[in-house]
Nanobody, 117 residues
């Protein structure tokens, strides 16, 4: 079992920045692909960014060039640096840990990001 705890959300003005963190329990973090997803009110949860065990990244078109996902395996933590934030980035952001071959798919409790003036 992997437990994920997100932090770093909050209220920010348009054009501002936030860095989300997701700390994972256990010592198997490096064997999982990690990702950030978000869900806005009335909408389905959508992929924001993912990072593989080897460090390859993938981004939703809407955040390319503005968001950066990274991981620190020594700290069992994945980050999402969000720059040039827009009101449409407002959502609850969820951390995900996945290892498809084992059928493992874990989620954090979410952290609220609100972009508003």
């Amino acid at each position: 079992q992997v437990q994920l705890v997100e932090s770093g959300g909050g209220l920010v003005q348009p054009g501002g920045s936030l860095r989300l963190s997701c700390a994972a329990s256990g010592n198997i973090f490096s064997s999982y692909a990690m990702g950030w997803y978000r869900q806005a009110p009335g909408k389905q949860r959508e992929l924001v960014a993912t990072i593989t065990r080897g460090g390859s990244t993938n981004y939703a078109d809407s955040v390319k060039g503005r968001f950066t996902i990274s991981r620190d395996n020594a700290k069992n933590t994945v980050y999402l640096q969000m720059n040039s934030l827009r009101p449409e980035d407002t959502a609850v952001y969820y951390c995900n840990a996945r290892r498809v071959i084992l059928g493992h798919d874990y989620w954090g409790q979410g952290t609220q990001v609100t972009v508003s003036s």
